[in-house]
Nanobody
Framework: EVQLVESGGGMVQPGGSLRLSCAASGFTFSIYFMSWVRQAPGKGPEWVSSISSGGSSTYYADSVKGRFTISRDNAKNTLYLQMNSLKPEDTALYYC???????????????WGQGTQVTVSS
């Protein structure tokens, strides 16, 4: 059974930083593209970032480019999202997703975890 468990969320002031983690199990993590998706209250899922299976290629939404960094440790079956210079508009539930950008926002295809809440507020 595919399982993705996100952690690392919390409340932070604007300009602050957080590092999200996603522990993967139940599949061969190292052969899959992985992504981060977020969903703000009352809005649809928004793709945030993706990383290739080996980690050499990364992709970002324009809204987070230059502030967020996606990475992975295939030896630990773990995906990360380093978030710097956080803004109130980054407030959302963040999900780890199995797959590239093209399917990342489709929950049943991308096997989202339970999500981790990020709140940016002064």
């Amino acid at each position: 059974e595919v399982q993705l468990v996100e952690s690392g969320g919390g409340m932070v002031q604007p300009g602050g930083s957080l590092r999200l983690s996603c522990a993967a199990s139940g599949f061969t993590f190292s052969i899959y593209f992985m992504s981060w998706v977020r969903q703000a209250p009352g809005k649809g899922p928004e793709w945030v970032s993706s990383i290739s299976s080996g980690g050499s290629s990364t992709y970002y939404a324009d809204s987070v480019k230059g502030r967020f960094t996606i990475s992975r440790d295939n030896a630990k079956n773990t995906l990360y999202l380093q978030m710097n210079s956080l803004k109130p508009e980054d407030t959302a539930l963040y999900y780890c997703a199995r797959g590239p950008k093209s399917i990342a926002t489709i929950r049943h295809l991308a096997s989202w975890g339970q999500g981790t809440q990020v709140t940016v507020s002064s």
